[in-house]
């Protein structure tokens, strides 16, 4: 976030966010809703050094983002980011049951049904609100995952695909 105040390239406001995009002309509009869901490699500072971005390998001690709202230390950061993401599902269905868009498009990092909860709260956003596409990323492939997928895709019909800009040789 805080990379948005050094450069015009990057537009990243808040943690998670909402942009309104209309289509008069096409007869149609968009919610776009940007979830963060860091809290799925958020973990206690001494375990899984290379995947951890609380971890203690990786980050000083007197490590503290504060600065950019972000958590005061090392040994706060795992609840921070749990904590924001109990705050962003409250916020996201509140939002999406406003909604009057054509389309509900949800945005995150983390990639398809990875949402803590086995798909389920996916699929609830999709059943309850309407959610129509989930946009994903952090593998270094790319995956469509249709609705129709049963065998896999436990989100209600919710069609995911993972963007696979993650870089490496895969992508």
């Given at each position: 976030?805080?990379?948005?105040?050094?450069?015009?390239?990057?537009?990243?406001?808040?943690?998670?966010?909402?942009v309104?995009?209309?289509?008069?002309?096409?007869?149609?509009?968009?919610?776009?809703?940007?979830?963060?869901?860091?809290?799925?490699?958020?973990?206690?500072?001494?375990?899984?050094?290379?995947?951890?971005?609380?971890?203690?390998?990786?980050?000083?001690?007197?490590?503290?983002?504060?600065?950019?709202?972000?958590?005061?230390?090392?040994?706060?950061?795992?609840?921070?980011?749990?904590?924001?993401?109990?705050e962003?599902?409250?916020?996201?269905?509140?939002?999406?049951?406003q909604?009057?868009a054509?389309?509900?498009i949800?945005?995150?990092?983390?990639?398809?049904?990875?949402?803590?909860?086995?798909?389920?709260?996916?699929?609830?956003?999709?059943?309850?609100?309407?959610?129509?596409?989930?946009?994903?990323?952090?593998?270094?492939?790319?995956?469509?995952?249709?609705?129709?997928?049963?065998?896999?895709?436990?989100?209600?019909?919710?069609?995911?695909?993972?963007?696979?800009?993650?870089?490496?040789?895969?992508?």
């Open positions: 976030i805080a990379y948005t105040w050094a450069s015009t390239r990057w537009v990243m406001p808040a943690p998670y966010y909402m309104h995009v209309g289509f008069p002309t096409q007869s149609f509009s968009a919610d776009i809703y940007m979830l963060d869901t860091n809290f799925l490699d958020a973990k206690d500072p001494p375990m899984d050094s290379e995947h951890n971005i609380c971890g203690a390998a990786h980050n000083p001690p007197d490590a503290d983002c504060r600065a950019a709202d972000g958590p005061t230390s090392v040994a706060t950061c795992k609840g921070y980011f749990e904590s924001l993401w109990q962003q599902k409250i916020w996201i269905e509140q939002k999406m049951a909604s009057t054509t389309w509900r949800v945005v995150t990092h983390f990639p398809c049904g990875e949402d803590g909860e086995n798909q389920a709260f996916y699929r609830r956003l999709r059943t309850s609100h309407g959610l129509d596409l989930l946009v994903t990323g952090h593998r270094h492939d790319q995956e469509l995952w249709e609705g129709s997928a049963t065998y896999k895709n436990f989100m209600g019909g919710l069609t995911c695909f993972v963007t696979g800009g993650g870089g490496g040789i895969t992508s």
